[in-house]
């Protein structure tokens, strides 16, 4: 029979060595709840030093906590629920860490070995309720593979395309006995993530890259989950050549630099998206080409252009848009090499072709498609807000973001000239992380400002959270635009359901100053664009308070440029169209 | 198009629901799966039956590259191979149709497995067109039940698929 519950010299509790272990990856934060099912482990954890556990209100948010930690800082994100609920609730944080590729270790307590598939109190199949939204996962069955499982965790969740493991543990195992040793490194005949890139397609890579006449560099999440802002700086100054950065790439090439042409796809700038259709040389780093990105594929591939793709992952090249040279590495090392190859290059971009296309990308943000009325002294408009936020920040925040027009406001009028600035939700699309994502940020750099631009939907959804921010003094700044409207469902309800507003209008708000003092934190309503600036600049002086800022936003604002769903990149819809609206009504037919 | 995929992996509880689960996630054909172990008990061979355009098969075998659990994958019909199935049918076998059951089963090389008052099982090997046809042979009133294994694959000479 097996011994192991039974303590011999020299052996620990497994709730003991998933510490240990935690130590050993040099975790310095793990985000939780308890539960029945993770007692024995919350009791090693009472009895360590080497990494602070931040309590959390639900499992979603310390899920989303953990996430953000990784995005502000590059290292694995930590998160601890129980079983049954405490892992259902961490579901929806862990799809959105999948979707944006974030390096994490989620651990679930699991009922005892015994009471698997017994319906038992608190039993989920967490293993088979995450298969689909995970790197990977575990289910621990032996005290004595507990060391290991963790190392091949935190091993998968950075390496490769990077993405959530989930690591399910029965209450018995924790308790139960073994020695401890932490592998060094660990091997898998299964996952052999590629690094370097195939240095045939690099060179010709480089070889079509002079040859281009109207060139375009467009690069995604990837780009700042590889840490290759500074190779792609380096290459695309070399070059000369426009570059648009995606959503999740914000921050990957400085926002302020004059070879930036702003973010592309469906609420980009208008030179961006025109200069990414027009491109004949394509240059596509950590990026996917997704349906938000490009809009309609076959409208995109009616221009004949050469696409070259750099990803770590093989399956997100040619997957939406077939590409001419696909290359599979490692971002930073592969735009390592091309810049090696253009320091030794004697040939040169053609300067003539490149001045007239410049020319005609000038010609395009002459457009000013950016632009809004920002003339009323009465109503405040949202695109003011960020942009004030921007100046009165000097655009070095941590800006987390929830989903919808707020969303798109801060990525539009941020200049976010850093990577892993800009924290969002950028492929689950999830409504709620703009707090607990704040959190993570925070929590990472103390002294660092931290914004979270939120909407009156979103912020509810995790609002529970403000207990959280006072329990640990998190000096977060939230950013509420408020238009008592789900935005970006009013947005379209106007634009293709004939001004139909089901369900988008958020009557029965709270008094969000009087919420925020009631936990402690300060709270400001501001309702007129004359006092946006001299509030944001009350509020970030005040370094050591959580600051709610309630900002009445204009009810009708949209968000322009907009690529209606299903069309081409260039069929955009732009806010100084005479009536916006009614182009979005012929477009529809 | 038809395509048979192999594959090997490690032989670990989860993995075939980690197959089963991407191809309905992903929404691939499936028109048939088997799964065993190897002469190496770590290790699960899965061959694999799917349809589908060029770009779609290009993105299953990827797909299942990233499993991790996944060690190897082949399509199988990147160069020569060799397909067969099992099915076993049992039929009707009263009166004058003893006689004809066991005939059919000759032509189509089959061996008659277990013999009862009013039936036949019939054992049956080939590929799935083979199998098709046996079926398409018979009048439908004479087929009492059938079960096929799904199609297992391995590729022709020193085409190899192993660690």
Known sequence: MDDSNQQKVGQISGAEIIMRCLQEENVKFVFGYPGGAVLHIYDALFKQKHFKHILVRHEQAAVHAADAFSRATGEVGVA???????????????????????????????????????????????????????????????VRDIAITLKKAFYIAASGRPGPVVVDIPKDITAEFADFEYPKSVEMRSYTPVTKGHSGQIKKAVKILLEAKRPMIYTGGGLVLGDASNELVKLARTLGYPV??????????????????????????????????????????????????????????????????????????????????????????????????????????????????????????????????????????????????????????????????????????????????????????????????????????????????????????????????????????????????????????????ENRYSESYMDSLPDFVKLAESYGHVGMNIEKPGDVEGALQDAFAMKDKFVFMNFMTDQKENVFPMVPNGKGLSEMILGSDPNANDAVDEMEG | MKHIISLLMENEAGALSRVAGLFSARAYNIESLTVAPTEDATL???????????????????????????????????????????????????????????????????????????????ELTGSGSKLDAFLEALDKTVILETVRTGASGIGRGDRILKV
Request: hydrophobic residues 40%.
């Open chain 2, 44 to 122: 699960s061979r899965m061959t694999i039956v799917t349809s589908g355009s060029d770009e779609v098969i290009e993105q299953i075998i990827k797909q299942l590259n990233k499993l991790v659990d996944v060690v190897k994958v082949l399509d199988l019909n990147d160069g020569r191979y060799i397909e067969r199935e099992l099915m076993l049918v049992k039929v009707k076998a009263t009166g004058a149709l003893r006689e004809e059951m066991k005939r059919i089963s000759d032509i189509f090389r089959g061996r008659i497995i277990d013999v009862a008052d009013g039936s036949y099982t019939i």
């Open chain 1, 80 to 142: 601890l629920v129980t079983s049954g609920p405490g892992a259902t609730n961490a579901v929806t944080g862990i799809a959105t860490a999948y979707m944006d590729s974030i390096p994490m270790v989620v651990i679930s307590g699991q009922v005892p070995t015994a009471a698997i598939g017994m319906d038992a109190f608190q039993e989920v199949d967490m293993v088979g309720v995450t298969r689909p939204c995970v790197k990977h996962n575990f289910l621990i069955k032996d």
């Open chain 1, 244 to 497: 648009t950065n995606t959503l999740m790439g914000l921050g990957g090439y400085p926002a302020t630099d004059k070879q930036y042409v702003g973010m592309l796809g469906m609420h980009g700038t208008y030179e961006a998206n025109n200069a990414m259709q027009d491109c004949d040389v394509l240059l596509a780093v950590g990026a996917r080409f997704d349906d938000r990105v490009i809009g309609n594929p076959d409208h995109f591939l009616s221009v004949p252009r050469t696409i070259i793709h750099i990803d770590v992952d093989p399956s997100s090249i040619s997957k939406r848009v077939k590409v001419d040279v696909p290359i599979v590495g490692h971002v930073q090392s592969v735009l390592g090499e091309m810049n090696e190859l253009l320091a030794i290059e004697t040939k040169k971009p053609d300067a003539s072709a490149l001045k007239t296309w410049w020319a005609k990308i000038d010609g395009w943000r002459a457009k000013n498609t950016s632009s809004y009325d920002g003339s009323s002294s009465a109503i405040i408009k949202p695109q003011y807000v960020i942009e004030k936020l921007c100046e009165v920040t000097k655009g070095d925040a941590f800006v987390t973001s929830d989903v919808g027009q707020h969303q798109m406001w801060a990525a539009q009028y941020y200049k976010f000239d850093k990577p892993r600035r800009w924290i969002n939700s950028g492929g689950l699309g999830t409504m709620g992380v703009g707090l607990p994502y704040a959190m993570g940020c925070q929590l990472a750099y103390p002294n660092a400002q931290v914004a979270c631009v939120t909407g009156e939907g979103s912020i509810q959804m995790n609002i529970q959270e403000l207990s959280t921010c006072k329990q640990f003094h998190l000096p977060i700044k939230v950013i509420l635009l408020n238009n008592r409207y789900l935005g970006m469902v009013r947005q379209w309800q106007e634009f293709f359901y």
